[in-house]
């Protein structure tokens, strides 16, 4: 059976590799440990919980505030490391994109 390529998808099955490419990510220890990081800001602040999960607005301290800043940090830094995965998935596409051209000599 031929792995499907990026380049002959629809939009759909393109959402479901870029979702896979995250998934994926699950097994990197820097991911795992920012994951782990927010988890444990949300375990102990719970008003952050509500905030971010479930859109209930509360008055938070200024603890809280700054453990916002942090979780906002923390998911800056995975959606860096979210893109590059991305970024390396197209580069690897493209390989194959021009592979199927013939445009790249073996």
Known sequence: MDEIRLY?????????LIDSAKVSLKDDEKYKKLKNEIQKIMDKFPNLQLLLEDNLIKNLN????????????????????????IF?????ENYFYLKNLNLLKE
């Not at 002959?8 to 479901?16: R, T, V």
């Not at 390396?88 to 690897?92: E, K, N, T």
């Open 8 to 16: 002959d998808i629809n939009s759909e099955e393109f959402s479901e």
């Open 62 to 85: 200024e603890t809280e505030c700054k453990m916002l800043q942090k979780i906002i940090s923390l998911y800056t830094e995975i959606s860096i490391l979210e893109e590059q995965k």
């Open 88 to 92: 390396f998935l197209g580069a690897r």
